[in-house]
């Protein structure tokens, strides 16, 4: 028996020599090849190679560690070997490592020291036990990082300002067992594709922390830890090159919410905004620069509790609500915060450049709520550059507190225009005229007439009537004065004859309209075959788009002609609203050829103002009718 113990005992002592050995010379798992480095005790990339005697930095030869010839630096810019980290390394210079970091002992801390950048190559793997990234330092991660440990940690250091404590900016995948922990300042950078997975946690301390999100999926792709996500009050900013959602578990109260990538972000929740100023980050806020678009949905922008929070959405931006509020400017009572729509924030900076889209549920009509923005003009009118109602039932406009806006570059969809509703409206600022049809004829004698008829012409100053013996406009010269325009959103018939006529032949004629701004558009054009004395008619040209052209007469009782031209066949659609945006009926004529047509229409309905849409071939319009009785 004695002898078996004394033999397990000579045992036991062996494999403690084969280790010492191994660790002595190297045999690490996997093998150390030609070209890699391990570091001997605590050491910083730019130290000596020696330093009083004593090895720091040693190279495997093939066979055996030896001195390193070289810091690691010298292998910029990028070392292709391996690195075995026994202790403690810090990187305190700019650092590519393209192959792999091994961290056999356990707690070895990697530290990438204030003011360096330490990259990973994306074929490169990092073993972690503890990192730690100092204040304006930077590790960027093309590769692969895996923790080694359930107490494994990577911690992004504070820093004085808004983006100067330590960054880690994700290209690839980091599995963490443990924890990442961000202090005040800290930041993740995560780019399209990249993920933050595995079982650990990520803690942040109580303000300023940021994170700056690329991720089509938002912060749920980017951020995939299974662990507890115990972040409060971070700043978020999204800069996809492509649409984006926020993720359902995007952590609020959150401090900033920017906007930034000139794509659209849509809410995949609430989000509510944590109400309190600092200096280092100004004004809790949410932001939407100039080109991005923020999609809010059903869903609101709350603030916690009392505070000053701010929204603010630049010119060129974009906002899309399905909020049955819409969005408002109104504070609940004075100084306040806005406690209804999409945005209940304490204020809100809503740019006159910005396009405003409603989306609301089908069948229900929309508030576009009560908002203003930002410059008003001379008259103290308000402007937004687009406004779209994307719902078939008309936008209700606010009548009580909704204050007219001029609409710059155009609107969209079931709006109304007409000042004398008795509801909120939108007056266009410089739309282009909308044509129902431009005509001509010759009359048999010695002139060409030519006639037009608009939908809707807003800010419209008048039209001019030009004329070429050749099918381009940059031959054409102006022949007529200014014919001034009606300038009405329900539409205008106008007529003008060519009596400068001296030669039989081919004339082209165009027809342009100048807003009050000074834009001018080309309309055109039409041919007219011109026999001087011939005593002969030239059959008018239909009009040249799809549409409903007008209804004849109006008003009208009992019935109106309903007339419509069709570029291509199609079957013909027509619904009719009352002005609260209310279908009261609809019909559709089947299978009708292209071209001109009237259809006899006779209302059930009583004496009143209504909206007559017509669809046909993916093209609609609306024109206004009027029964009496």
């Known amino acids: 028996m004695k002898t078996i113990l004394t033999f397990k005992k000579q045992l036991l002592i062996i494999g403690v020599l084969l280790s010492l050995f191994c660790m002595a010379y190297g045999q690490y798992q996997p093998p150390p090849q030609t070209g890699d480095y391990r570091n001997t005790e605590n050491v910083a990339l730019v130290s000596a190679v020696v330093s009083e005697n004593k090895v720091k930095w040693e190279?495997?030869?093939?066979?055996?560690?030896?001195?390193?010839?070289?810091?690691?630096t010298y292998y910029q810019p990028a070392f292709t070997g391996n690195i075995y980290a026994d202790h403690n390394m810090v990187v305190d210079a700019d650092f590519t490592m393209a192959g792999n970091i091994y961290s056999p002992n356990a707690g070895t801390t990697l530290h990438v020291a204030t003011g360096a950048t330490f990259s990973l190559g994306p074929n490169s793997t990092f073993e972690l036990r503890q990192m730690v990234v100092s204040q304006f330092a930077h590790f960027i991660n093309h590769g692969t990082v895996t923790s080694k440990e359930t107490g494994s940690r990577i911690a992004l250091d504070s820093g004085p300002n808004m983006g100067e404590g330590g960054i880690l900016e994700n290209h690839g995948t980091v599995n963490i067992e443990g924890e990442l922990f961000i202090s005040t300042f800290g930041r993740v950078i995560s780019k399209k594709g990249a993920s933050i997975t595995g079982p650990g946690k990520i803690t942040t301390t109580y303000d300023g922390a940021g994170f700056i999100i690329a991720n089509v999926g938002g912060y749920d792709e980017a951020i995939q830890l299974t662990g507890p996500h115990n972040v409060y009050r971070a700043c978020f900013m999204f800069n996809g090159d492509e649409d984006q959602v926020t993720g359902s578990k995007l952590p609020v109260p959150l401090f900033y919410l920017i906007v930034n990538g000139g794509q659209k972000l849509t809410l995949s929740k609430t989000i509510t905004v944590y109400p309190e100023s600092d200096s280092g980050r100004n004004e809790p806020m949410v932001w939407v620069t100039s080109n991005s678009t923020l999609d809010v949905g059903t869903y609101e922008i709350k603030r916690q509790w009392n505070g000053t929070t701010e929204f603010i959405l630049d010119s060129g931006s974009t906002i899309v609500t399905a909020h049955p509020q819409g969005i408002s400017s109104e504070a609940s009572y004075q100084g306040g915060p806005i406690n209804q729509g999409s945005i209940q924030l304490d204020s809100v900076t809503y740019s006159s450049g910005a396009n405003y889209i409603f989306s609301g549920t089908p069948g229900?009509?929309?508030?576009?709520?009560?908002?203003?923005?930002?410059?008003?003009?001379?008259?103290?009118?308000?402007?937004?550059?687009?406004?779209?109602?994307?719902?078939?039932?008309?936008?209700?406009?606010?009548?009580?507190?909704?204050?007219?806006?001029?609409?710059?570059?155009?609107?969209?969809?079931n709006i109304n225009t007409d000042s004398g509703i008795g509801e909120g409206y939108v007056e266009g600022q410089t739309l282009p005229v909308t044509l129902s049809y431009f005509n001509g004829y010759f009359n048999g004698f010695d002139s060409v007439v030519l006639q037009w008829e608009t939908q809707t012409e807003t800010n419209n100053l008048g039209f001019y009537v030009l004329r070429a013996t050749e099918l381009e406009p940059a031959s054409a010269g102006v022949i007529s004065d200014l014919i001034q325009a009606a300038n009405t959103s329900q539409g205008a018939t106008y007529y003008f004859e060519d009596k400068d006529l001296y030669e039989d032949g081919i004339y082209y004629y165009w027809l342009q309209d100048v807003s009050f701004s000074g834009l001018a558009d080309l309309h055109g054009p039409i041919l007219v075959q011109v026999t001087l004395g011939a005593g002969s008619n030239h059959v008018p040209d239909l009009p040249l788009t799809t549409?409903?052209?007008?209804?004849?007469?109006?008003?009208?009782?009992?019935?109106?002609?309903?007339?419509?031209?069709?570029?291509?066949?199609?079957?013909?659609?027509?619904?009719?609203?009352?002005?609260?945006?209310?279908?009261?009926d609809q019909f559709t004529l089947r299978h009708q050829d292209k071209g001109f047509h009237r259809y006899t229409w006779e209302p059930q309905l009583g004496s009143g103002i209504y909206l007559i849409k017509f669809t046909a071939d993916g093209k609609s319009n609306i024109r206004k009718v009027v029964l009496t009785k």
């Open 59 to 72: 190279m495997y030869d093939g066979a055996n560690w030896v001195t390193a010839p070289h810091p690691l």
């Open 547 to 584: 549409s409903l052209v007008r209804n004849y007469p109006n008003p009208f009782n009992p019935s109106t002609q309903l007339e419509y031209y069709l570029e291509e066949g199609s079957d013909v659609a027509f619904e009719v609203y009352n002005l609260k945006g209310q279908k009261l």
């Open 364 to 413: 229900q009509r929309q508030y576009s709520g009560a908002f203003v923005t930002s410059n008003p003009d001379s008259e103290g009118k308000y402007h937004v550059n687009n406004i779209i109602n994307l719902s078939d039932d008309m936008l209700l406009l606010d009548n009580g507190n909704f204050r007219p806006l001029r609409v710059d570059g155009g609107y969209q969809g």
